[in-house]
């Protein structure tokens, strides 16, 4: 080992800048971090060679005065913080003080700006060394420019890590979009070797930031997403998440923004993926664009050099304000949230041919839990009467489905309504009435339970019985009733209704592995409600089994009054909408 001595100012530069610049786009985004940060609603970042060769920033802030150029460039030297107090609640994006020295560290560096008011502007150009002449007088216009050229030039071992110069600028074009997204107020210019490849208006209505996200995440994300907003006491979380429909295997289209500041955060990942835990398989990422607003004391954005993580101080308040708050507005997707809302009274529908498959048979016995969980909200009509159905004329109402015309191949229901078609997926729409009626029951208390006839004893471990023991109440609640009768010895005595045909000893015995595995009730209930929606697929209708008139309209208007009807348990759609403009294009009408 050598002896102890100060490293030189430049190596101290250099190692700050391999936390700070590790590519093109690092560059990019403390120059524009720092362009809003001083008020821009302008910034035009222009690229050459994928911003290997140049990146050049130019915005219409603040500026600089001529005597803190200098200062600008220095370590550790910033206007965004003062005291450990302004450290603690950050209001920027940067605040360190270590961006410009790092990049000249690495780079050439020219620095220029102008403060309103001056009579001009004034340049500061960057030496290799670190060294800097005295700023000159230029001609520019209120705000500054940053060029930074020839990145790594004296680092070349830093340069080969570089990717191509088409990957390395769509990093750049990568970050700005996301940064687009988060200031709807600022417009923004990219342009690479001098070809324009967007440009952004600054915006205010809510329709043209629409604009804006689908210009960036696509059309599809807009037609297929909801709008939402909730606040509480010192939060305000807003944006757009996306139906279940448009979810993929990866976390890709998720995009997170505190303060205005992009983040990547498990526990806002963790959130947004239990909000969507009755619609999603557990391979399936939701999309989403979220903005949460939060006290800046609340929030620690000193977590990551680059600032991409950050910590919150009541991280569990956060997680369930997130998750509660998009999982209601999940339930509130349902068919009538984007159709029609009224109909015109229709006659009633006739009855099905005498002989026909509709009857008695595998079809009732099928729907017989069906009509049990539903017998006091099925309209009158629609209850059977001796094997058929009565529907007066004056019990028809609105039906944002429609009204049932045929059952296509046992599986698909076509229905009439007042602006097109519409086709029902039968058995992911009885999936999803099945376990919202029963979701609905475990959380009012009102789980209705099946004794067993004969109470079935099994041998279990110290811990197990112990468990049991421990959450008799909270598995009553679920409507399974265990006791424990000994050390080693548990007694089921009934399970769930919608149970009742399952092993009794295999399911106790998971759940019960459940339980061991938990931490809280919450957890517990999440692992009971996967099973109850496994069961609920089940029990559902099948494909190939015929339904009568009447028996489809009753499922078509249940489904419009169930939550998150618009998709089966596994994330499927359960119906969808062909309207008259659809239809007429297939057919050329109007050409």
């Not at 210019?189 to 210009?215: G, N, S, W, Y």
């Not at 059309?219 to 709008?227: A, C, G, H, N, V």
């Not at 559902?540 to 078509?556: C, P």
Request: net charge neutral.
């Amino acid at each position: 080992m050598s002896r102890i001595r100060l490293l030189p100012p430049q190596l101290i530069n250099q190692i700050a800048a391999g936390e700070v610049v590790e590519r093109p786009a690092s560059v990019v985004k403390e120059l524009v971090e720092n362009s809003l940060d001083a008020g821009a609603d302008r910034i035009e970042v222009s690229v050459e060679g994928g911003g290997i060769r140049l990146i050049r920033v130019r915005d219409n802030g603040a500026g600089i005065a001529r005597d803190e150029l200098p200062l600008a460039v220095a370590r550790h030297a910033t206007s965004k913080i003062a005291t450990l107090e302004d450290l603690l609640q950050v209001r920027t994006l940067g605040f360190r003080g270590e961006a410009l020295p790092s990049i000249a560290s690495v780079a050439r560096l020219d620095l220029a700006s102008r403060p309103g008011g001056e009579a001009c502007g004034w340049r500061l150009v960057v030496h290799p060394s670190g060294e800097t002449d005295a700023p000159v007088p230029i001609a520019h216009p209120p705000g500054t420019t940053v060029t930074v050229a020839d990145l790594f030039h004296n680092v070349p071992a830093r340069r080969k890590f570089l990717r191509s110069e088409r990957t390395e600028f769509g990093h750049i074009r990568r970050f700005l979009e996301r940064l687009a997204l988060s200031r709807f107020d600022v417009g923004f210019v990219l342009t690479h070797e001098r070809r324009e490849i967007f440009k952004f208006q600054a915006v205010a209505a809510e329709a043209r930031r629409e604009e804006r996200v689908a210009a960036i995440l696509g059309r599809e994300f807009m037609d297929q997403s909801l709008r939402i907003e909730f606040s509480t006491e010192g939060m305000r979380l807003w944006g757009w998440v996306g139906l279940p429909a448009i979810a993929r295997r990866q976390a890709d289209r998720q995009h997170w923004f505190i303060n205005g500041r992009a983040v990547r955060d498990k526990l806002l990942s963790h959130a947004l993926r239990n909000a969507y835990r009755d619609v999603l398989p557990g391979d399936r990422q939701p999309a989403a664009l979220l903005y949460l607003e939060i006290d800046p004391a609340q929030v620690d954005v000193n977590a990551h050099p680059a600032k991409l993580e950050v910590r919150f101080r009541d991280a569990r308040m956060v997680r369930d304000f997130i998750s509660q708050s998009l999982y209601r507005a999940l339930g509130k997707s349902r068919p009538a949230a984007d159709m029609p809302k009224s109909f015109p009274p229709r006659p009633a529908v006739s009855r099905p041919p005498a002989g026909g498959r509709h009857g008695k048979g595998a079809v009732n016995e099928s729907l017989a839990l069906y009509e049990a969980l539903h017998e006091d909200d099925l309209p009158r009509q629609a209850r059977r009467e001796g094997g058929q159905a009565h529907q007066p004329a004056e019990a028809v109402t609105a039906a944002p489905l429609g009204y049932a015309v045929a059952h296509l191949h046992g599986i698909y229901i076509l229905a009439e309504a007042e602006n097109g078609l519409v086709i029902v997926d039968a058995h992911a729409a009885h999936e999803r009435i099945l376990y919202e009626k029963l979701k609905r029951q475990m959380e009012e208390g009102a789980v209705v339970r099946q004794p067993l006839l004969l109470p079935l004893t099994m041998q279990v471990s110290a811990r197990e019985a112990e468990l049991v023991s421990r959450h008799q109440e909270l598995l009553s609640g679920l409507g399974l009733e265990l006791e424990s009768v000994g050390p080693e010895a548990v007694v089921i005595r009934a399970l769930p209704a919608l149970l009742a045909r399952a092993d009794a000893e295999r399911l106790a015995r998971d759940v019960i592995a459940e339980l061991d595995q938990c931490e809280d009730a919450s957890e517990i209930q999440a692992s009971v409600r996967e099973r109850l929606a496994t069961c609920a697929c089940h029990r559902a209708v099948r494909a190939g089994q015929r339904l009568g008139r009447e028996e489809m309209n009753a499922l078509l208007r249940e489904l419009e009054r169930t939550d998150r009807g618009g998709q089966c348990n596994h994330g499927r759609p359960t119906w969808v909408r062909l309207d008259f403009q659809t239809l007429d294009n297939f057919f050329l009408r109007g050409r």
